[in-house]
């Protein structure tokens, strides 16, 4: 009886709030708002597919391989007396910025996982612009956070490593599983400003990329 009682009320209270529900809502605004809602996700969804292929031939991606080099101490020759740097001429790498373009910088680098690597807190990333008379154009900075490159390693994960490669061993053997993973990590760098390529004598030749931190061990 107590069961009926209140499965009774709790039907009385729902089919109060429901039929005053009908009452505030009015029929017509309900049926817009929905029309509105499905029109404006529907253009949510066609308008980029329409315009991306309109646009996107305006933009290109340009990568260059970088190969860093530091300078050893004249005295003490074990010591590392500059910072990891890479340079390239612009023409030589067969690359072309076109003049007025609006160009960003994004840095991919791979962090060898070690624990110097792992000590590390802070990196800046430096890209400078020159010309042709060795003038510098631009320079921009990011500081970058290294240690967060470096997520905590589960005894499963080395243990699912080890045993792929001791099962498989020829193909391990032949190089077929990538070993990269399994020492080091990828960090990126992305740059927040844009640069627009001028014409003439200002125009971008050589591009200097440095890694402000002397101890970093970096591919």
Not at 24 to 51: D, E, H, R, Y
Not at 81 to 92: K, L
Not at 127 to 137: A, D, E, F, R, S
Not at 195 to 215: G, S
Request: proline share 5%; charged share 15%.
């Amino acid at each position: 009886m107590i069961r009926r009682f209140i499965f009774h009320q709790v039907y009385k209270i729902f089919n109060f709030f429901w039929r005053q529900l009908f009452r505030w809502i009015n029929l017509k605004q309900f049926a817009q708002l929905l029309g509105n809602f499905v029109l404006v996700l529907s253009f949510s969804l066609i308008t980029p597919a329409v315009l991306r292929p309109v646009f996107a031939t305006s933009f290109t991606e340009l990568r260059q391989p970088l190969e860093f080099t530091f300078k050893t101490c004249m005295i003490e020759l074990a010591g590392v007396c500059s910072f990891p740097e890479a340079e390239f001429w612009v023409e030589e790498a067969g690359m072309r910025l076109h003049p007025y373009y609006y160009y960003s910088f994004v840095l991919d680098l791979i962090l060898y996982d070690t624990q110097q690597n792992r000590a590390l807190s802070l990196m800046i990333g430096n890209i400078q612009l020159k010309n042709g008379q060795n003038k510098l154009l631009a320079n921009f900075h990011k500081s970058v956070p290294v240690f967060k490159a470096f997520p905590g390693r589960s005894i499963f994960s080395h243990f699912y490593t080890l045993t792929r490669n001791t099962v498989f061993w020829p193909l391990w053997i032949i190089g077929y599983f990538s070993t990269n993973s399994d020492v080091s990590e990828q960090l990126t760098v992305h740059f927040p400003n844009y640069y627009m390529e001028k014409p003439d004598d200002q125009a971008t030749k050589q591009i200097i990329v440095q890694l402000q931190n002397k101890f970093i061990q970096a591919l």
